[in-house]
């Protein structure tokens, strides 16, 4: 039996934020990028923290530009060789 989905997080918003915001932001890693607007990424243990991301970055202010979360789920194994 498989256990629960992880999550592959991509978020982007609008301005250039340091490190320092990583822990207001589930302590994902920050990129500032070129164009003004940063990439919020890495893994999140389930689709509630993912929810918790969002509302973490509405509750700072910031303006979120994109987001995609691909849920991760972890391989079954079989007993027996039975599938």
């Known amino acids: 039996m498989a256990g629960p989905a992880r999550y592959q997080v991509s978020a982007r918003v609008q301005g250039e934020?340091?490190?320092?915001?990583a822990p207001l932001l589930a302590g994902l890693e920050l990129a500032a990028q070129p164009d003004g607007t940063?990439?919020?990424s890495g893994e999140l243990p389930d689709e509630a923290a993912v929810h918790g991301l969002v509302a973490a970055i509405r509750d700072l202010g910031l303006s979120l530009v994109s987001l995609e979360a691909r849920a991760i789920v972890p391989a079954t194994t079989s007993a027996g060789g039975m599938a």
């Open 17 to 21: 934020l340091s490190q320092a915001w």
């Open 38 to 40: 940063t990439v919020i």
